[in-house]
T-cell receptor
C-alpha cells in the first residue's frame, strides 16, 4: 500500500538552529502534501499545504519565513524550521493524499519530534 | 468553519469489552471521514475510511458508521484487547478531494488485562 516516509523521527538541538524535515511518498506521486503540528494532548493542526511546482499555502498565524516549505519533486516535500526556539518544540507530521477520489485515504508519515533546548 | 469533536477524551475499559468512540462535526458537507490510531510519540495509522455516500465500513473488530445529516460518526471496537490501547483520531475531509483533513482531539483508550 501507499507509504509516506518522514525523516528524521527525532531532533534535539539548541535554540537558533535551523532544522530540516523531509517527507517522501514512496510508491505514489504527490503533487500536494500537508504539514501538521501537534502539541501535547491537542489535535493535529494544519500548518501549510505544500504544492509541487508552486509556492506553499500557509494557514493563518503560521509564519512563512519561519517555516520554509519546498516541494522539490513529485515525491518529496521539506519543511525547514528556521532559527528554532523552544516554543517551536512540537510534533510535526506530514501527509499526502494517495489520490483524488473519495475512497482514497490520506497517508501520514511517522512524524518528527522536535525539541529545542 | 468545520469543527470536529470527540467524546469521551479518555476511556478505560477491561479487556473483552465492546466499546464505542464518538465523533461529531459541525458541517455536514464532507467528502469523507477517516479514523486513525496514534500510539504515544508515533505517527498515524489509518484504520477506516468512510466516503460521504456510505453508512459504514468494517475491518476486523472495527466498525465505523457515518450519519452525515446529523454530523456524527462512531467507531465500534469489539472484544477490546490491551493492544488496542492508543489514541483514536477522527478526521473529516472537506467537500473536495485531496484537501487537508480536519481533526478532532482524539479519544485516548486504555484497555486493561
Amino acid at each position: 500500500g501507499a507509504v509516506v516516509s518522514q525523516h528524521p523521527s527525532r531532533v534535539i538541538c539548541k535554540s537558533g538552529t535551523s532544522v530540516k524535515i523531509e517527507c517522501r511518498s514512496l510508491d505514489f506521486q504527490a503533487t500536494t502534501m500537508f504539514w501538521y503540528r501537534q502539541f501535547p494532548k491537542q489535535s493535529l493542526m494544519l500548518m501549510a499545504t505544500s504544492n509541487e511546482g508552486s509556492k506553499a499555502t500557509y494557514e493563518q498565524g503560521v509564519e512563512k519565513d519561519k517555516f520554509l516549505i519546498n516541494h522539490a519533486s513529485l515525491t518529496l516535500s521539506t519543511l525547514t524550521v528556521t532559527s528554532a526556539h523552544p516554543e517551536d518544540s512540537s510534533f510535526y507530521i506530514c501527509s499526502a493524499p494517495s489520490g483524488q477520489r473519495s475512497n482514497q485515504p490520506q497517508h501520514f508519515g511517522d512524524g518528527t519530534r522536535l525539541s529545542i533546548l | 468553519k468545520q469543527e470536529v469533536t470527540q467524546i469521551p477524551a479518555a476511556l478505560s475499559v477491561p479487556e473483552g469489552e465492546n466499546l464505542v468512540l464518538n465523533c461529531s462535526f459541525t458541517d455536514s458537507a464532507i467528502y469523507n471521514l477517516q479514523w486513525f490510531r496514534q500510539d504515544p510519540g508515533k505517527g498515524l495509522t489509518s484504520l477506516l475510511l468512510i466516503q460521504s455516500s456510505q453508512r459504514e465500513q468494517t475491518s476486523g473488530r472495527l466498525n465505523a458508521s457515518l450519519d452525515k445529516s446529523s454530523g456524527r460518526s462512531t467507531l465500534y471496537i469489539a472484544a477490546s484487547q490491551p493492544g488496542d490501547s492508543a489514541t483514536y483520531l477522527c478526521a473529516v475531509g472537506p467537500n473536495q478531494a485531496g484537501t487537508a483533513l480536519i481533526f478532532g482531539k482524539g479519544t485516548t483508550l486504555s484497555v486493561s488485562s
